[in-house]
């Protein structure tokens, strides 16, 4: 999270994307819609680590150097996983679109249409309304976020940060779910060491001070991956 901005934050807080699900964070998205990148406007900004790391990274641009130009550029078999919010509703600047090309932050953290109705009139409080509950009471917002519908491997989702990379990404030449067209495998260690954006903000700090009392009580919200306490990358 870009430090000082973390009241404007679209999600907020633990926001990690290390591995592309674009098909099964779909299927999960219900009836929300999907905004795009132009929905993440804080995170993608200049000098907000998480999406300066984003933009470094293949998954940034994956449909464009793998599919654009070529006879799979729609084939869904690769849609899949080089593209976003395929077969899912899409926002009304993208409402002709079949699908967003790329892995999007979406892809991973689930459609944004519910995080700008909340961040943009909290019980329709209006605009101030989220800006204050960050301030007041971080850990409620937090669950509202997730509410809202934000996924995050090993807290919200899949289990674990391996088990949703695991979905577009194999360690077997001998997968059954590979794709044909490459014999590259993961390494989920070396993988996580590379595509890790994760930053911490204010309720990671107040996160890390709960009581065990409270600790249960917001275990909903709570990292539940050992691969979520691994620190930070510094920056």
Same mark, same amino acid.
């Given at each position: ?117 909340? &961040? /943009? ?5 209006? *605009?101030?309304?989220?800006?204050? %509950?960050? @301030?007041? =009471?971080? +850990? ?67 996160? &890390? /001070? ?5 600790? *249960?009580?917001?275990?909903?919200? %709570?990292? @539940?991956? =050992?691969? +979520? ?7």
């Amino acid at each position: 999270m870009l430090r000082g901005k973390i009241y404007k934050s679209l999600f907020g807080g633990l926001v990690i994307s290390f591995c592309s699900i674009a098909f099964a964070v779909s299927a999960n998205a219900g009836e929300a819609k999907f905004e795009s990148n132009a929905g993440c406007k804080c995170h993608m900004s200049k000098g907000c680590f998480e999406g300066e790391e984003y933009k470094e990274r293949l998954h940034s641009n994956t449909w464009e150097k793998r599919l654009q130009g070529t006879a799979d550029e729609d084939n869904p078999a690769c849609l899949k996983c080089h593209a976003s919010a395929v077969d899912a509703k899409i926002g009304k600047k993208f409402k002709d679109k079949k699908y967003l090309p790329n892995v999007q932050c979406e892809a991973c953290h689930g459609a944004g249409e519910n995080y700008v109705k909340l &961040k /943009k009139n909290y019980q329709g409080k209006g *605009k101030d309304a989220f800006k204050e %509950l960050l @301030k007041n =009471d971080p +850990l409620l917002a937090r669950k509202e976020q997730y509410s809202a519908g934000l996924i995050v491997a090993g807290i919200s989702g899949p289990s674990t940060v391996k088990e949703q990379c695991l979905k577009c990404h194999w360690e077997t030449a001998d997968d059954k779910n590979k794709c044909p067209k490459t014999d590259k495998v993961m390494d989920f260690t070396e993988y996580f060491k590379k595509d890790d954006h994760r930053d911490e903000d204010s309720i990671d700090l107040v996160i &890390k /001070k709960l009581s065990d009392a409270d600790k *249960k009580k917001w275990a909903d919200i %709570l990292p @539940k991956d =050992d691969t +979520l306490y691994l620190p930070y990358r510094k920056h």
